[in-house]
């Protein structure tokens, strides 16, 4: 596997949901140790790209690429094994409710079986020090946690297996401006530190620019705009433009769909 | 011809969801069977459907054994045929109302609990999140239920089985004045072990079914909390339904020509 192959690669990738085509031919190189972000109004389909290359929905046509290897036509035991190298922070955090903060943490490594509980409780402490967390928090439940406290918990988690990807979904949505751009850092900081590759998906503009190197507009199920982050500002696409300046008038009709 | 239409488009449902409802159970019952196996998990459902569920199937079987003795009390002095009580109870308890009554019960307290445990883990999205952290959700949610539910039913049905005899001879003995050592002989002299094998062979089917219910219609809930709500409802009233229905093909099998 040489370097210059995309971590990532999309290609042709169609969804529809009965009669509702949801992506339409997206198309997506993510170079390895780069951040790309997908930009996207509500219903572009940003959620559906992310869980097709995860393989929580199928593709009903095109290629998806992680490594090289297809995800489509992997195995249950190919995809187990691909899914050990992506970690994935989601828009709501998903923690399990049903165990402490430290075993979310760990689950990946538990899973894996590769460490003992000893150490993984170890390791999901240090994974939480990373975010910021002190150890107190290890042995608290989910559920007594703040929303900014439970988004840091699941970013421990996504990188707590030392992932070579990580997926973002909406990383500040449902924060106070101070907490998402604290969160923002966090991102910044940890894909560097464990070398990660990263794929956000958001329609957070503040967010997108700060973590980008690259930034993708995904509009009606295409990806119309794919750029490093300083020259969004001059794309010259008035879709891009309406977005990231969060006009209501433009080419972009919301609510106005068939 | 339009009168067609609805009766076409619930045959159709119908069909479909036979079909996922038969998917659903291959695929839970292979990963029964293949490692990794979660045990601590098994244990800890094996507690919450044997263990706590005994208070309130004790309560029913000790009712039901007494309202049982009195029954057949009041009818069958009508014949002056009241030394066959001991034997109609026993053989009530063992066959039929042991099982089933636990059987209900247990698809109220567990089925319910399950798919709004499953449902709300579903609509979280931390199902998802099972699956990008490595760990196949049939085997860590479905499996560890289902075999728990196969392996605890028949212990809590014999348990049942003894208060509901108790029960009986309780109202018996004291109220309608039998001889206690000729009430426990007439129950020991006619009961043979196929009468209580087969309400323990019932009794793992309805465990089979009440946590297979529990997980489909958890599994397979969305739309948030009304979805959640919806689900748990189909889980009682879709085990309660199969476990009468099974119950007399098992009767039918077991008893049938004899």
Known sequence: MNNSEPKIRLRGVHKAFGAKTVLDGVELDVNKGESVVIIGGSGSGKSVTLKCILGLLEADSGSIEVDGEDMARASDKDRERINTKIGMLFQSAALFDSLPVWENVAFGLLAQKKVSRKEARDIAVAKLAQVGLSSGVAGLSPAELSGGMQKRVGLARAIAINPEIIFFDEPTTGLDPIMADVINNLIVKTTQDVGATALTITHDMVSARKIANRIAMLYKGKIIWFGPTDEIEQSNNPYVDQFIHGRAEGPIKMGLRA | ?258
């Not at chain 2, 998917?23 to 990794?36: D, E, K, N």
């Not at chain 2, 919806?230 to 049938?256: G, P």
């Open chain 2, 1 to 258: 011809m339009n009168f067609l239409q609805p009766i076409g488009r619930v045959f159709l449902n119908f069909l479909a969801s036979t079909g996922r409802l038969g998917l659903f159970t291959g695929s839970a019952i292979s990963h029964c069977f293949r490692p990794p196996f979660y045990f601590r998990i098994i244990v800890n459902q094996m507690i919450e459907i044997g263990y706590y569920s005994l208070p309130v199937v004790g309560l029913t079987a000790i009712f039901t054994g007494m309202i049982l003795a009195l029954q057949s009390y009041t009818g069958f002095a009508r014949f002056s045929a009241e030394g066959a009580i001991a034997n109609v109870v026993v053989l009530s308890i063992t066959r039929e109302l042991g099982p089933v009554l636990a059987g209900l019960m247990i698809a109220g307290r567990i089925g319910a609990a399950m798919s709004a445990e499953i449902g709300t883990m579903r609509v979280t999205e931390q199902i998802d999140a099972l699956t990008t952290l490595s760990t196949h959700p049939m085997k860590y949610l479905v499996a560890p239920r289902i075999l728990a539910g196969i392996l605890m039913l028949p212990l809590v049905v014999l348990i049942a089985d003894i208060i509901g005899v108790f029960g009986g001879y309780l109202i018996a003995v004291y109220k309608l004045g039998f001889n206690p050592a000729n009430y426990l002989k007439n129950t020991w002299d006619f009961l043979q072990p196929i009468d209580v094998i087969s309400g323990l062979v019932k009794a793992s089917f309805f465990g089979f079914i009440v946590t297979l219910m529990g997980c489909y219609h958890g599994y397979n809930s969305k739309g948030g909390a009304q979805g959640v709500g919806t689900a748990t409802t189909n889980a009682v009233v879709s085990a309660s339904i199969l476990i009468l229905s099974m119950d007399y093909v098992l009767t039918e099998l077991f008893f049938a020509g004899k």
